[in-house]
């Protein structure tokens, strides 16, 4: 069974940093992509990272390039999105997500002073 | 990139009755659209994936069809336990795009 845990996100001030994890379990997790997609509390649904199989290639939207840093280590099957300069847009529910199909269930972030 | 315009927002049906929801993408996308639902405190589920395929384990109840630009995703004989949100996803293009959502209610 597919199995994808998010953990990390909290309360931060705006201009700070939060680094999410994602633990993947059940699936040989180096032969995926992989992707961060965030469900703001207007339930607006972004893809705001994207990674494949190997590390090699990333995406990021306009909204978050040049801010937010994904990563994955497939000796510990484990996805990472670093968030830095965050801002108060950038609040929202942060779900790890096997190329589109397995979502985790999410953790929080919130930005605010 | 490809913009997702879903329809309606909202939507309040009769137990039993036909849903329809539909997307329309700003480019050509094949047949690479998603659909999802989603429970209140839940992730998104996938139930439909490109090509208009069901996912194993969803009902025969859930259907999509649609190519190109215009999509439809149909739910045949409402079921209250299909109340959730709806979204639809395009998966041809970076940057994946997601419609706005639907919200179907019991009328």
């Known amino acids: 069974e597919v199995q994808l845990v998010e953990s990390g996100g909290g309360l931060v001030q705006p201009g700070g940093s939060l680094k999410l994890s994602c633990a993947a379990s059940?699936?040989?997790?180096?032969?995926?992509?992989m992707s961060w997609v965030r469900q703001t509390p207007d339930k607006r649904l972004e893809l705001v990272a994207t990674?494949?199989?190997?590390?090699?290639?990333?995406y990021y939207p306009d909204s978050v390039k040049g801010r937010f840093t994904i990563s994955r280590d497939n000796a510990k099957n484990t996805l990472y999105l670093q968030m830095s300069s965050l801002k108060s847009e950038d609040t929202a529910m942060y779900y790890c997500?096997?190329?589109?199909?397995?979502w985790g269930q999410g953790t929080l972030v919130t930005v605010s002073a | 990139e490809t913009t997702v315009t879903q329809s309606p927002a909202s939507l309040s049906m009769a137990i039993g009755e036909k849903v329809t929801i539909r997307c329309i993408t700003s480019?050509?996308?094949?047949?690479?659209m998603n659909w999802y639902q989603q429970k209140p405190g839940e992730p998104p589920k996938l139930l439909i994936s490109?090509?208009?395929t069901l996912r194993p384990g969803v009902p025969s109840r859930f259907s999509s069809s649609g190519y190109g630009t215009d999509f439809v995703f149909t739910i045949e004989n409402m079921l209250s336990e299909d109340v959730a949100d709806y979204y639809c996803?395009?998966?041809?293009?970076?940057?994946?795009?997601f419609g706005g959502g639907t919200k179907l209610e019991i009328k």
């Open positions: 997500a096997r190329d589109h199909s397995y």
């Open positions: 059940g699936f040989t997790f180096s032969s995926y992509g």
């Open positions: 990674i494949n199989s190997n590390g090699g290639s990333t």
């Open positions: 480019t050509d996308i094949d047949d690479d």
């Open positions: 490109e090509g208009n």
């Open positions: 996803l395009q998966s041809d293009n970076l940057p994946l795009t």
